[in-house]
């Protein structure tokens, strides 16, 4: 959305900001333990720090933010039991979904996702862990879609 174009006040500034420090984290543009501080978040943006700290509180309930009294908010860090078991769960619910893919895709779907590990090879043999990420993510992508699921 162009910059003139958001609103900076109100419910939709503060879910315009919401959905970008959401992305951002999950996306690990902003790290773990990582400070957010909230006139610098306004500025880039484009919105009110009410706008950003009611955003923070939302985040605070979904568990990717920790807000600590007189402190500010942080990223939260996942713990490497909770990490552990994030793992379990999608490794079964990953399992499902390549097992029902195999069996609906079509052939240009199975063409498809040969390229994507051809290119996926490639990528790592060259040195690029960011490309070999995104094609990670497009691969799941795609399998969970070719699954129905």
Do not use: W
């Not at 951002?24 to 706008?51: C, D, K, W, Y």
Request: net charge negative; charged share 25%.
């Amino acid at each position: 959305m162009p910059k003139e174009a958001r609103p900076s006040t109100g419910e939709q500034a503060k879910q315009h900001a919401l959905a970008q420090l959401r992305q951002a984290i999950l996306h690990g543009e902003m790290a773990p333990a990582q400070r957010l501080v909230e006139n610098e978040l306004a500025e880039q943006f484009g919105v009110t720090r009410a706008s950003i700290r009611a955003a923070l509180i939302d985040l605070e309930s979904q568990g990717l933010v920790e807000r600590i009294r007189n402190r500010g908010s942080r990223v939260r860090v996942v713990t490497v039991d909770e990490a552990v078991a994030i793992t379990e769960c999608r490794m079964v619910l990953e399992g499902l979904c390549a097992s029902k893919a195999a069996v609906a895709a079509s052939d240009d779907q199975l063409i498809e996702l040969t390229d994507l590990g051809t290119a996926m090879t490639k990528a790592v043999a060259d040195g690029e862990p960011v490309t070999y990420s995104d094609l990670n993510h497009e691969l799941h992508v795609r399998i969970r879609e070719f699954s129905g699921q």
